[in-house]
Nanobody, 122 residues
């Protein structure tokens, strides 16, 4: 199983970014896929998760602004981020585990994650 993120960058407050994560070796019918982030001086936090049945979950601070989705045919997980705020700055990781998420999970819960992509909002 391999996960590779892309799409990070710098954006002004209120702007948008779309993160993508290509994955291989994932069984779509059973895997939870999600995103977590690590900001300087802050605790790492799971922010969004997508279960195998299509159920999406978000933490309160991103709900209504971020959208997680998956394209099984393209083996791609996407995080559309709108109305970005400086507090969204951090390293973003996509991750996966052959289990049901129920809610956004922090990094160690997952069995595999990518190398991360930096998001900077100023």
């Amino acid at each position: 199983v391999q996960l590779v993120e892309s799409g990070g960058g710098s954006v002004q407050t209120g702007g948008s970014l779309k993160l993508s994560c290509t994955f291989s070796g994932v069984k779509h019918s059973t895997w939870c896929l999600g995103w977590f982030r690590q900001a300087p001086g802050k605790e790492r936090e799971g922010i969004a998760a997508l279960d195998s049945d299509g159920t999406a979950s978000y933490i309160g601070s991103v709900k209504g602004r971020f959208t997680i989705s998956k394209d099984c045919a393209q083996n791609t997980l996407t995080l559309q981020m709108n109305s970005l705020q400086p507090e969204d700055t951090g390293m973003y990781f996509c991750a996966g585990r052959d289990a049901y998420c129920f809610y956004p999970r922090d990094g160690p819960w997952y069995s595999i994650w990518g190398q991360g992509t930096q998001v900077t909002v100023s």
